[in-house]
């Protein structure tokens, strides 16, 4: 299994066993955003002379595709200028789920230069990737996503507003065979189609919730497994979606139903990748210096990263005691109560960041995790102590950021995460989180509001 090379895909083209070709970059929401091209123009234009270009706009949207003011890169003022689409001919795959196309991952540069935007997710985990290299480090990660399945169409679900949705279970039925069989045909379509897309899926499962569902990738380098992640699931909605059903990456679809996670799992390698980092014999719980060091630096930001890995109102929603989803920021041995947990051992041994939801940005999630490592590297934070026992129960513990709000608040007043990103994508990432928490403000009214003071005021 592996990826398509630009040779593959040209003689592909010529041979007209690829006709459309997806060239997408990934958005500050986690989406992929793009043009469909022939597969001419992908060769005589997209990978030539002229290049690809798309607006800058698409770094400043809202959720419905509104530019919101406050950006240094583009406003009206100057336009909203253009950016170039630069092809990453290492990241291109057949997607055989859509028929006779390829889908290559594009990195925004400013118009007429080769300098990537600082802001875009995937340059900003690329600078961290570098940044890891020059301490001789390789990382590696994987992503453990879960989704919630539904009987209906994209479109019902909308015109239903939500309300009253088809989920493919009827009871919880975590692990459940007989249940996994019932949904079998999709999620058959799903595996099939990601390993023959060359992204290697280990095992599926039926999850907790009603309909939901979990499909893990196998663990690659790190800028590979970001890309993996975005693939698949994007590639999970448009297979649901062609198959009359729909897929939803929310972290909490309902207040009485479980959230939908994303854990990432990190490892350290020397740099050629081949030599674990992270397990050593000798010290206590097997765990090396560097890694006590790297898990130093996880634990020691966490807070003031929280929005990194929760960017959006609903993801705090879901961290809620004895649900899956810790809160509290310390380290356990196989111990899921815990915000980082330890797993494996000898060259398995990583450890596991559960702060995530399902509705991370994989770019900004995993930079977010291997930043906060390195920078405990750097500074050689002290090894964190093994917590036993529930740590849902311990008040004593520090939490990770509980609400927008006060993630907002952690993430403007952190030196480190200027640090880390760079003034540049610090402050428009900041201004994106704060454009989120003011749309959620000022221009709805929730049912719950309604419920509430429709009569009773």
């Known amino acids: 299994m592996s990826k398509i090379t630009i040779e593959e895909l040209r003689r592909a083209i010529e041979t007209e066993e690829i006709t459309t070709v997806v060239c997408a970059m990934p958005d500050l929401w986690g ?16 990978i030539g002379a002229e290049g690809l270009h798309g607006s800058l706009y698409l770094f400043t949207v809202n959720m419905e595709m509104w530019p919101q003011p406050g950006y240094e890169v583009t406003s009206f003022d100057t336009g909203l200028n253009d950016c170039l689409f630069m092809p990453d001919l290492d990241a291109m795959w057949v997607t055989p789920w859509l028929e006779r196309t390829a ?5 925004p540069c400013y118009e007429g230069t080769d300098k990537p935007l600082e802001m875009a997710p995937r340059n900003i985990l690329k600078r961290e990737i570098a940044k890891a290299a020059k301490l001789g480090i390789t990382a590696k990660f994987a992503s453990e996503l879960e989704f919630f399945l539904f009987k209906d169409s994209y479109e019902e679900a909308w015109d239903k507003s939500y309300r009253e949705l088809n989920p493919t279970s009827r009871y919880n039925a975590d692990y459940h065979i007989l249940q996994s069989t019932k949904v079998e045909p999709i999620i058959q379509q799903i595996r099939d189609g990601m390993n023959a897309a060359g992204i290697e899926i280990e095992f599926s499962k039926v999850e907790w ?9 196998k663990y690659a380098d790190t800028l590979e497994m970001a890309d993996r992640h975005m693939l698949y699931k994007h590639g999970v909605k448009e297979i649901a979606a062609l198959n009359g059903l729909s897929a939803s990456f929310m972290a909490k679809l309902w207040k009485d139903e479980i959230g ?3 854990h ?5 390698w020397d740099a050629a990748g081949k030599t674990s980092l992270c397990w050593d014999e000798s010290r206590p719980g097997h765990i090396s210096e560097l890694f006590g060091h790297f898990m130093g630096g996880l634990l020691g930001t966490a807070r003031e990263l929280t929005w990194l890995y929760a960017p959006n109102v609903n993801s705090y929603k879901r961290f809620e005691p004895l649900s899956f989803a810790p809160i509290q920021i310390v380290l356990g041995d196989d111990n899921r109560s815990c915000g980082f947990r330890l797993c494996g051992e000898h060259d398995a041994f990583r450890v596991e960041n559960r702060i995530p939801g399902a509705d991370v940005n994989p770019y ?3 930079a977010a995790t291997l930043a906060a490592g390195t920078y405990g590297v750097e500074k050689k934070l002290p090894v964190p102590e093994i917590y036993r026992g529930n740590a849902y129960e311990d008040e004593t513990l520090p939490k990770v950021a509980m609400t927008l709000y006060e993630a907002i608040a952690e993430f403007d007043k952190s030196t480190i995460a200027r640090e880390i990103l760079g003034d540049m994508a610090y402050n428009h990432l900041l201004n994106f989180a704060r454009a989120e928490q003011a749309s959620f403000d000022n221009e709805i009214v929730t049912d719950w509001e309604r419920k509430r003071y429709f009569e009773r005021v």
């Open 103 to 107: 889908m290559v991952i594009c990195d």
């Open 364 to 366: 900004l999630g995993i």
């Open 209 to 217: 919730g009603l309909g939901q569902q979990e499909i893990n990738l």
């Open 260 to 262: 939908s996670s994303c």
């Open 264 to 268: 990432l799992h990190a490892s350290l």
């Open 31 to 46: 989406r992929l955003v793009g043009k469909r091209l022939t597969g001419n123009t992908f060769l005589e234009t997209a």
